[in-house]
């Protein structure tokens, strides 16, 4: 009895642990480097998640993301921004840009296809 009483309150805790992670915990915020052209430029690293996960553009300006996809996962092998109308395939060990222009100031998520990786854009 006591054993599993052990066992359910490791396991509740785990839970927890790993819903803090993804819904509560703090990640750092990467600016867009703005190119000479009037471009701003954001490399992103598919293995797992996206790194980085939160990225800081202007509005106005036109951005180019570049993602490189470092696995063959199912899940990766599409990003998806919902708020642009944009879902596009990523290709295992390829770089694929997606390029726009954000025209509104707001926080707006991409994910993976099936929704369970996800990243911010954040346009200011």
Known sequence: MLMKLIVTISGLMLIILVNWY???SKRKAFQAETKEIGLQEVKIVVKGG??????VVKKGIPVRLDFYREETADCSDTIVFGDFNIR??????????IE?????????????GMGMMRGKLIVR
């Open 22 to 24: 993804f819904l509560f």
């Open 50 to 55: 996206y790194s980085p996960d939160v990225i």
């Open 88 to 97: 596009k395939p990523l290709p295992a060990f390829k770089t694929t840009a």
């Open 100 to 112: 726009f222009t954000p025209e509104k100031k707001g926080e707006y998520v991409f994910t993976c």
